[in-house]
């Protein structure tokens, strides 16, 4: 436990959080193109505009960015950094999994919510796989310094 608790006490939690916001950034970038890439590749055009755009994905992908590097800056005070990273990315994942299912074909969404279009599922899941993916990268590299991750 003394290891695990210098790991994060020698990094506030300021580093983990602009860790975040760079991951965020990456992630909303990396997104944008794989929307423009989707949309043209699946010719859905702006079927989606409404929902899936420049402003909309950059903003999710900040606070789900930095909703992460909280997270992890957390469980890196209670687990061994190689412990850690492996909770973050298997709840990465599952948090990929779950709005992938919240937007897949036939989805039953709460009321108020705009019904997405057919379709939609094909260009937004492999979006939050990316923003995952970027997350357990990026978020990890940035706050664990080298030789912690064998604590």
């Known amino acids: 436990m003394e290891t695990v608790s210098r790991t994060t006490s020698n990094h ?3 580093r983990f959080l602009s860790a975040g916001l760079v991951s965020g950034v990456v992630a909303a ?16 055009g702006d079927r989606y505009a409404s929902v899936l755009n420049i402003f909309s994905i950059t903003a999710i992908c900040l606070v789900a960015n930095l909703i992460g590097s909280v ?3 957390f469980l890196l005070r209670f ?3 190689v412990v850690a990273v492996s909770i973050f990315v298997a709840l990465a994942m599952l948090a990929a999994i779950g709005n992938s299912l919240i937007a897949g074909p036939g ?14 599922a094909d260009v937004a899941n492999p979006l939050h796989f ?3 993916l970027t997350a357990t990268i990026i978020i ?5 310094s080298r030789g912690q991750g064998q604590h």
Do not use: D
Not at 107 to 120: I, Q
Not at 140 to 144: A, G, H, M, Q, S
């Open 12 to 14: 506030g939690i300021g």
């Open 29 to 44: 970038i990396l997104a944008n193109i794989g929307l423009l890439v989707l949309t043209n590749i699946l010719n859905r």
């Open 71 to 73: 997270l992890f800056y």
């Open 79 to 81: 687990f061994k950094p």
């Open 107 to 120: 989805a039953s969404l709460p009321a108020g919510m705009p019904v997405l279009a057919p379709g939609f």
């Open 130 to 132: 990316l923003v995952a």
């Open 140 to 144: 990890p590299l940035l706050t664990i």
